[in-house]
């Protein structure tokens, strides 16, 4: 867990603005995930990763964007198209068959 | 494509009473079923896993069984504690893909 970042801890959205949230880890793990957890709720798949350069939906994707540039990063921006953004937003990087998550990200709607 | 189903979704037991989740998977071919447990505002974290190949695992207080053929797998913490007190989650995937998760149980270990 502990080589898995992301930042800010809180983030708070103006109404038609994007942003992106960071997530690094120097595990040197192939695949990294986005979660969206509302509160009292699941984890919902928002993209993952399984490779540099490559990058697939998951459940949830529409509104959100990733990129995956370099093997330790892969940040998430939320689109002014995501109408509904608040939420804890999780980052998980997978070794073998096991997902470690980072700490999360609060995002918030001014 | 894969789908987990978790119960229940809230469970409270006296503390000291053993307290079980169970889920059930639908893809045969999944082999690697992880539990996590999440604290209030904090990340998930890997408390027990299991694979296929094994019926049962323990790890001190708590364990893990796999029935393969019902595609069901539990999770069992014995003599719980108010810090055992949070929401788990069970999730599936085969051969090192993305996880799939359960919709998560509260547990409440009331002293």
């Known amino acids: 867990d502990g080589g898995i970042t992301q930042s800010p801890k809180y983030l708070f959205r103006k109404e038609g603005q994007n942003v992106t949230l960071s997530c690094e880890q120097n595990l040197n793990h192939d695949a990294m995930y986005w979660y969206r957890q509302d509160p009292g709720q699941g984890l919902r798949l928002i993209y993952y990763?399984?490779?540099?350069?490559?990058?697939q939906k998951g459940d949830i994707a529409e509104g959100y964007s990733v990129s995956r540039e370099k093997k330790e990063s892969f940040p998430l921006t939320v689109t002014s198209a995501q109408k509904n953004p608040t939420a804890f937003y999780l980052c998980a990087s997978q070794v073998g068959e096991t997902q470690y998550f980072g700490p999360g990200t609060r995002l918030l709607v001014l | 494509g894969e789908n987990v189903e978790q119960h229940p979704s809230t469970l409270s037991v006296q503390e000291g009473d053993s307290a079980v989740i169970k889920c059930t998977y639908s893809?045969?071919?999944?082999?690697?079923f992880p539990w996590y447990k999440q604290e209030l505002g904090k990340r998930p974290q890997l408390i027990i896993d299991i694979r296929s190949n094994v019926g049962e695992k323990k790890d001190q207080r708590i364990a893990v069984t796999l029935n393969k053929t019902a595609k069901h797998f539990s999770l069992h913490i014995t003599e719980t504690q108010p810090e055992d007190s949070a929401v788990y989650f069970c999730a599936a995937s085969k051969y090192g893909n993305k996880l799939v998760f359960g919709a998560g149980t509260i547990l409440r270990v009331k002293s």
């Open positions: 990763s399984q490779i540099v350069n490559d990058f």
């Open positions: 893809d045969s071919a999944s082999n690697y």
